[in-house]
C-alpha cells in the first residue's frame, strides 16, 4: 500500500517574506531618492545620504557609549537593567538604519534615535520582548505558562506546576543525616 506525497501548501515562510520585505524596501528606497533627486538634484541629494550615514555613525557610538555606561550603573546599583538595555537596543537600530544609505531607512533611523520618540519605540520592544517570554517560558517536565487543562464540562481555569515546593510558612531548618545502604543489603 503505497501513499501518495501530500501537496506542498504553498504559504510565505519567515525567510522569503524577509526577502520579499527587503526587496520592497529597495525599491521604494530608490522611488525616493529619485523623487528627492529631482527635487533637490543628484549632487545634493547624495550629499544627504552620506549626511545621514556620518549621522548614523555618531549616534551608534555615542548612544552606545551612553547606554553602556548607564547598564553598568544599574548593574552596580543592584537592580535589572530592562529600561537600559532597551534604550540601547533602540539607539542601535535606529543608528543602523541611519547608516544605511536610503531616505525611508533613515526616517526609521531618525525616529527611533530622537529622545521624544524613542520611549515610544521603547515601550513597544518591552512589550515585544515581555510577550515572548511569557508565551515560550516552560516549566521543566510542567506545564507551560499558557497551557490551561481542561477541567469538568471542558472548562480551562488556571495551571499550578506540580513537583517539590517549599513552604514559605516556616523558615524552620531540620538537620539530618543520609545514611548510604550497602548494595548487597546487609547492615
Known amino acids: ?46 550629499l544627504l545620504l552620506m549626511a545621514l550615514s556620518a549621522l548614523g555613525l555618531v549616534v551608534i557610538s555615542r548612544g552606545g557609549g551612553r547606554a553602556w555606561r548607564a547598564l553598568g550603573q544599574a548593574l552596580q546599583q543592584g537592580r535589572m537593567p530592562a529600561r537600559e538595555l532597551a534604550d540601547g537596543i533602540v539607539v542601535l537600530v535606529g543608528g543602523l538604519l541611519l547608516v544605511v544609505p536610503g531616505f525611508i ?9 530622537l529622545p521624544v520618540t524613542r520611549p515610544i519605540a521603547r515601550t513597544l520592544l518591552e512589550a515585544g520582548i515581555a510577550k515572548r517570554i511569557v508565551t515560550s517560558t516552560a516549566f521543566p517536565g510542567g506545564p507551560s505558562v499558557t497551557d490551561r487543562p481542561a477541567g469538568p464540562g471542558g472548562q480551562t481555569g488556571p495551571t499550578r506546576p506540580t513537583g517539590p515546593s517549599q513552604s514559605t510558612a516556616s523558615d524552620e531548618v531540620i538537620e539530618g543525616e543520609i545514611i548510604d545502604d550497602p548494595p548487597d543489603g546487609t547492615n
Open 105 to 113: 531607512t533613515a526616517l526609521l533611523g531618525l525616529l527611533l534615535v
Open 1 to 46: 500500500m503505497s501513499t501518495a506525497p501530500r501537496p506542498r501548501r504553498s504559504r510565505l515562510q519567515p525567510t522569503r517574506l524577509a526577502l520579499l520585505g527587503l526587496v520592497l524596501l529597495v525599491l521604494l528606497e530608490v522611488l525616493a531618492a529619485r523623487f528627492i533627486g529631482g527635487l533637490i538634484g543628484a549632487l545634493p541629494t547624495l
